[in-house]
Structure formats: C-alpha cells, structure tokens
C-alpha cells in the first residue's frame, strides 16, 4: 500500500515515510492510495480478538510495511489497561431503541484524541526507525484543547521526541487549560496564542512547510512532524474503533452480521467522522453518516450547499474542540470524491486560502449528500438535550457528544429512519463539568471546578477520572502567550536555533 498527497498525486510514499512527514512537501495530505476491503467473515472473526488484537488486524491492512512484530508492538504498548480505563478500551452504552453511545473517552486525558494519540508515538518513533531517520522529531500541535492534551501526554518523555502544543489563549475550557499547562515531562512546551484555533492551525501548517526553517533543523539533525489529523498515523488508529464498535453490536446481538448502521459523529476538523466514512469504504456495514457541527456550522453548510465559505463570525462555544472554520481532514474526502484529482484539490484549497471560498461540482455535492447528513446545535440547543438525556435515560454526556445528539434527532425527525445508530462520544462530561452542570443542576452555587466536578459526580454514574481530579495539586509550569506572528520566532527558539 502507498500513500499518495491529495495536491500531487505523483507523490507515492510508504505508510512509515507519510506519518514521519504528517504533511506532504507541497502542503497536500497522504491518503492510502486504494481502501483495504474487510469483510463479513473477517468482521465475525474478530469478535473473539481483543481491542488491541482487533486494531493490529485493522493496521496490517494499511501498514503493510510495517513487520507484525511491529505493528504489535505498538497496539500493546497503546491498548492496555495502564493507559485506558477498562479492558474493553472503548465501551458501548445502550441509550435509546437501538441507539448506542460509543464512549470514546476512558484513556488518559478523558477525551476521544486519546485513541489516536496513545499510540501515534509508538508508530512515529518505529517509522523513523524503519526508514533510517536518525533525527529528533519535533512534534509541533495546534489544539483547539483535547488534541493538546492527549498528545502531550502520548509524546511525554519518548525518546528522540520533542512536543510543542499550541492552543487558543481564551479558546479552552478551564480544564483543559489546566491539563496542558501543568504537564509533566521533559520533552514538552506548551504556549498560548492570541487568537483561535484556525490561526493556531494555520501557524502551524506554515511553520510544518517553511523550508527555511526546514532547512535549520536539518542542520540541527531535526525534523517536524504532526500529531494533528493531518496526519495519517492519527486517522488510522480512529478506523479501528468504528470496525470494534460493530464487531461487539454483532458479537452482543445487538444487530445481524452485516445490518447496517447509522454513525452520529461530531465533529470540528473532519478526522473523526472521516475514519468512519473510510471504515464504511472497507464494507463496515454502515448507512448514513451524519455530521454534526456547533454553531461553527461551515460544514452543514457545506454540504448542504456544496459552498465552503469560512467568511463568516467565529464563535466560541460550549463545545470549544468543535470551533472551528477550516476543516483539514474534508481536503482527503473531496480527492476520494473527485477520482484523485489533485489539480482540482489545489485549486479548491488555494482558493480556500486566498479567497476563504470554494464551491466543488455538482457531482460531487451529489456524492457528499449521498454519504451524509448534517445540521447543527446551537448552545442552548446543547443544553436542552443534555438535560433531556439526563432526566430521560439518567446518562450524563459531555457538550460534544450531546451536539451528535440533537443532530441525530433532528436527522430521525426529518427521515424517520429506524436503522440503528452508534453516536461518537468524544469527551468525558468531567472535562466540561460547568456546561454540563448548568444543563442538570439549574441554580447551582458551585463555581470552583474541582467542586463543580464533586457535584458531577453526585448527579452522574461516572466515576470521577483520577487524571481530572490530580489536577488540583500540580504546578502550573506553562504561562507563555504570544501572538500568532511571532509562532515562528518561538518554535526556533524553544529548538535554540538562532535566525
Ligand atoms: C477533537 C474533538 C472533536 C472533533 O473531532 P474532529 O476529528 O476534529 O472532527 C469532537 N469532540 C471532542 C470532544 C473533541 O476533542
């Protein structure tokens, strides 16, 4: 299998050398350059693996230069109870009539990046091994708050690893602030910038492409890479829990071996919800999916309308991992669309930079509204269903979780499709305990966030997260905040290379 860059299709890389690079040369993502089929018996199969067993089948099928040992490696030191929760890594919650939560949230950091992250290192440091890279990797991350998290804590003292997390100053819940300025580690940074997350995405990408500055870290025997969803090394490790979800609906008698289901998937910048269209390409049984998006609507509209226009309010929300204007991963989505046509992708994209605009064919609007549905929740919609799911069915979600599910009511309202439904649950409700409390616990006095997190726990059947609560007690180490201009000045001088 190879990896070919959606602005070059010339480009024909192996999976070890697309994930060393996160991005390739000319700005373009690396997609696989033909989707690996699983089928019924496989997907019957796998019902007596483990999570960790069930991800090495998924990843031989995409690695296919990476050893068994290898890819072994890297799922055991991922998937396990050190790092996750239970044995089971995800769980699956029976909510409504054959709809089902997909908690994606019980790894390390309380969040769906988690899946991805914990083992996004293990595959970078044994991809630079096997294609003799003999360089530090320097992981550079815009976070609009989970990513941040979840990656600090995956790249944390990894030889020949060293992170720098940038997010958003007033962009993050207080929680998640919290989480990534008392990191712990050697090898991490952590710094905010006056503005949002596009421009903390945007700063990354070109310092990712500067080759002046590429060119001083090769002196230094240096070298970027990304632990965004730009990167393949993320996306794949999010196919596997969509295969592992249906595997145990199977396996449960929840639905018939080869019934199709319906994917609720909330979403900011297009990664989570593409690993489900991929999964779905394999022959994962699956219908509908359905894109939900905050008040940052750019990809209802989108596919709605067929035009993506990012010139409009930005807003922050209850559900901040989800503000977001420019969604990265829908760039891999449109060259699958288009038959790999990276003449098309380059314009649409440098369209997308220079006019913020870009309008794909008919054909292809006609494909994306085949594939999905979309809408979304405003913050006061977020709230409602958040109280409504909890006086219902006693189950408390978090804010983006609860996004998927006013969309999916809003899809079944609309379709009155019965199908089955899995819904992306992406965050733990503790990381965004004052949303949630002001949707449960009207006219509450709680203010302090580890008392507010008390409180959850008193209305909620979760266990309060350990990660969470130790927060309390640590140090805050990171308090740097600059402006998105001087990004590039900073990363050179955390890397103390003078220019
Ligand atoms: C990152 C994130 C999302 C959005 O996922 P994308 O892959 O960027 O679409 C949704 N919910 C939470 C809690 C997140 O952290």
Redesign the pocket.
Known sequence: MFYKSTRNSAINVDSATAITQGISVEGGLFVPNEIPKITLEEIDMLADMNYSERATFIFKKYLTDFTDVEIKYCTDNAYNTDNFENESIIELSHLFDGTYMLELWHGPTC???DMALQILPYFLTTSAKKINLNKKIVILVAT????GKAALEGFKDIEGTQILVFYPENGVSPMQKRQMTTQDGENVDVCAINGNFDDCQNGVKEILTDNDIKAKLEEEALIFSSAN?INWGRLVPQIVYYVSAYVTLAKDKEIELGEKINVVV????????LAAYYSKKMGLPINKLICASNVNNVLTDFINTGVYDRNREFYATSSP??DILISSNLERLLYHFTGDNDKQISEWFASLSSTGRYEVTDDVKKILQDEFFAGFSDDEQTKDTIRAIYNQYSYTC?T?TAVAVKVYNDYKNKTNDKTKTIIAS??SPYKFSASVLEAIDKGSEVSDEYEMIERLNELSKFEIPESLAELKNKKVKYTNSIEKAEMKGYVLKELGISY
Not at 144 to 147: E, L, R
Not at 266 to 273: A, D, L
Request: proline share 5%.
């Open positions: 969040a769906f990046k609009s708050g989970d990513t969803s909330p979403t900011g910048n297009f990664g989570n919800i991992s989800m978090d983006h992406t965050a």
